[in-house]
């Protein structure tokens, strides 16, 4: 397990290694005394990430306790963490926010290519100490090697091509990293295109149609496929690393365009009438088309003055846009958000047994969506954040302390709207005890604090009636802001047992949340044209749960694994909360030897019967999976592996309870992966 090899504070210290693979001792280039944190953190490794590895982050992840997928067919795989997503989830690249519109709508995918990725680092609960108010579900940290810490002694060349038969789905990979003197050049590149989901049945569940949703009577209800599902993404990095003898300079720029269809039947249909003439729209296929660029600068200098360990600082500028078109050159909406960031960090040294980081972040946004179609107003958005982070080390106890202010302001660009202001502060405090060689036991306490986002404050603003509602078609939903919101308040408590006993390897977590004002869309019971009426509310929340992994070497060779995880979110008015993950449990039987690993899997997912005030229940399912993969004898100084997989063995159906699609497009059935990959 190494979900207690990380010490928090490490990571919040981080700011230059973007590439390090071994996170026991080294995470993003900050060495620790101590590899062991009371907070809970996940960490994937460059070749665990190889073996889970999808289209999308959510899917990549889903299978690590209390990570959940929210899918919106094969492009769009949002994580979950213990329950929350969209804004409490914060998805990084290389440290620095991914400033795409994933978190404004279900349907909107990450700019992320998890393929590509070096490792991964999954924080929850008082990551937002690190990163700003909107991570109180947590921090999803994806790391990849376009800038180098140091100089190469070779050049370093990786190329993967995988196909996979439920979606037709062809991905190309590569990734080339070349030394020149002190100068380290690196370019990566993807290819992806697939089809449309072959799935076991129809696509519109039966009883979705007669209990809630007769509107999509009308709307085709394919069999054995989801229409209109197919897509195609291409994506290319290049950036160049200047190695110092006490740090290193880094530039990067990467170009990424996602075009991919939305299921029919989630858009429904509606009608208004224009100069006394009624036009339907809807019976188009939509799709939305994203192009994406991104550039990074990097500067980290290590061992400034005898109390300065490093000193870090990160600068980049996104500009993003994609277009939801409802035809062939129409354009229904398009977003876009133009962003700058910026993050400086110093680390001092070791004083006392204390070690810790302050560190100062800005960003200055400007978000827009436009269109006959647009429910947002175009808002900048300004936001400051202050942090101080240590750690002291006292014999068997390891005591962590943070503490976070943050200033937003949003201001939308729309006559008679007046712009918000909040000021959010977050503390932490946790403390790990190693009772002896085998026990660990940690406590972590955290109060966070997140401001209301643009579509949570002004999605719909200015409505003279609910009749005059724009409707989101990726959503089905007329969705409605509320100006007039407070910030998100929430204390979490987490309970850790990480065990290393004989052959067994485990980690027991128990979690609360206690949501003041917590932000959530609540369905009114209201219709606008068959379309349900979402608004966003302030109420308490109560979260809570467990998430356990284990990992049992039977032999040299084989090993089992049991995991799983719960969570169960009621508001103050004892409602659920919406789209909530299932229980879940799974198990693993591995075989490992140096050339040869595989593995059988099965998961099992409860009914989530408890899925919120007007929302649709989810069956259960068990899902089997077989993965094996091969690692040929070395070529040209080379490693050349063949790997294949069968997921979802019984062609089952499922469908997410977190997903807004539940109703409309299950996940795809039984398919075969067949995949090469080499590198030097």
């Known amino acids: 397990m190494k979900t207690k090899l990380l010490l928090l504070s490490s990571v919040l210290m981080a700011g230059a290694n973007a590439q390090e693979a071994d996170f026991e001792l080294i995470v993003q280039g900050v060495h620790v005394r101590d590899s062991e944190t009371a907070l809970p953190v996940t960490l994937l490794s460059e070749e665990e990430i190889r073996a889970v590895a999808s289209a999308n982050l959510g899917d990549t992840l889903s299978m690590q306790p209390g990570i959940n997928n929210s899918s919106f067919g ?29 978190g404004n709508s279900a349907d909107h995918a990450t700019t992320v290519e998890p393929m590509l990725a070096t490792g991964v680092e999954v924080l929850r609960g008082p990551s937002t100490l690190l990163y700003g108010g909107g991570a109180i579900g947590g921090v999803i940290n994806v790391l990849d090697n376009r800038f180098a810490d140091s100089v190469l002694e070779k050049p370093m060349f990786s190329i993967e091509g995988r196909h996979d038969t439920a979606t037709d789905m062809k991905t190309f990979v590569g990734s080339l990293s070349v030394p020149v003197g002190n100068f380290v050049w690196h370019i990566d590149a993807t290819d992806r ?62 170009r990424m365009t996602n075009e991919y269809g939305l299921p029919p039947g989630v858009h429904g249909h509606h009608e208004e009438e224009e100069g006394g003439a009624e036009e339907e729209h809807g019976a188009e296929n939509i799709f939305i088309d994203m192009e994406r660029e991104r550039y990074d600068f990097i500067a980290s200098l290590n061992d400034l003055s005898p109390w300065v360990e490093s000193l870090n600082y990160r600068l980049s500028y996104t500009d993003y846009e994609h277009a939801e078109m409802e035809g062939p050159g129409l354009i229904g909406t398009q977003f876009s958000n133009d962003s700058w960031q ?77 712009k918000r202001s909040f000021s ?95 932000i959530y869309q609540a369905n009114t019971g209201i219709e606008v044209d068959e379309f349900s009426v979402r608004a966003y509310q302030n109420n308490g929340a109560d979260f809570y749960g467990m998430e356990m992994d284990m990992v049992f070497p039977i032999t040299n060779d084989w090993s089992v694994r049991f995991f799983g995880d719960t969570v169960t979110g009621k508001l103050e008015n004892d409602n659920y909360v919406p789209r909530l993950p299932p229980y879940r449990l799974g198990s693993e039987l591995i075989f490992s030897t140096a050339a040869l ?56 159906e499922i469908r997410l309870s977190t997903s807004f699609l539940r109703g409309f497009a299950p996940e795809s059935g039984r398919s075969l992966e067949l995949g090469v990959r080499y590198s030097f």
């Open 74 to 102: 094969p492009a769009v795989g949002q994580p979950v963490i213990r329950g929350q997503q969209g804004r409490r989830v914060m998805s990084l690249t290389n440290g620095m926010a991914n400033a795409d519109a994933s």
């Open 193 to 254: 295109q697939w089809n449309d989901v072959e799935i076991p049945g129809l696509a519109i569940h039966p009883d979705y149609l007669e209990e809630e949703h007769e509107e999509h009577e009308e709307v085709e209800n394919t069999n054995g496929f989801i229409a209109n599902s197919r897509g195609e993404t291409q994506a290319a990095t290049l950036g160049l690393s200047y190695v110092l003898d006490n740090g290193f300079i880094g530039f990067s720029f990467n």
């Open 342 to 418: 910026q993050r400086l960090q110093l680390t001092h040294r070791e004083m006392g047994n204390w070690h810790g980081v302050f560190g100062l972040q800005h960003s200055d946004e400007t978000f827009s969506a436009v269109g006959e179609e647009s429910f947002i107003p175009e808002t900048d958005i300004n936001s400051f954040g202050i942090f101080l982070i240590e750690a002291l080390h006292a014999n068997a106890f390891t005591y962590e302390f943070g503490l976070r202010f943050n200033q937003d302001e949003l201001d939308p660009q729309a006559g008679g709207v007046l």
């Open 424 to 518: 959010t502060q977050s503390y932490s405090g946790s403390v790990l005890w190693d009772t002896n060689a085998q026990a660990s036991l940690g406590l972590a306490y955290s109060h966070s604090e997140r401001a209301p986002s643009t579509e949570e404050l002004f999605s719909n603003v200015g409505l003279v009636s609910v009749g005059d509602c724009v409707i989101h078609f990726a959503t089905g939903s007329c969705e409605i802001g509320n100006i007039n919101l407070n910030e998100e308040r929430s204390n979490n408590l987490d309970l850790s047992l990480y065990l290393s006993l004989l052959r067994l390897d485990a980690t027991f977590t128990l979690f609360f949340n206690k949501f003041d004002d917590y």
């Open 597 to 652: 690993n595989a593995s059988l899997s099965v998961l099992n997912a409860a009914d989530q019967n408890n899925s919120g005030f007007g929302e649709i229940a989810t069956a259960g399912y068990t899902r089997w999976d077989v993965a094996i993969d091969y690692a040929l004898p070395s070529i040209s100084n080379g490693e050349l592996i063949l790997f294949s997989k069968v997921k979802n063995i019984t062609n089952e």
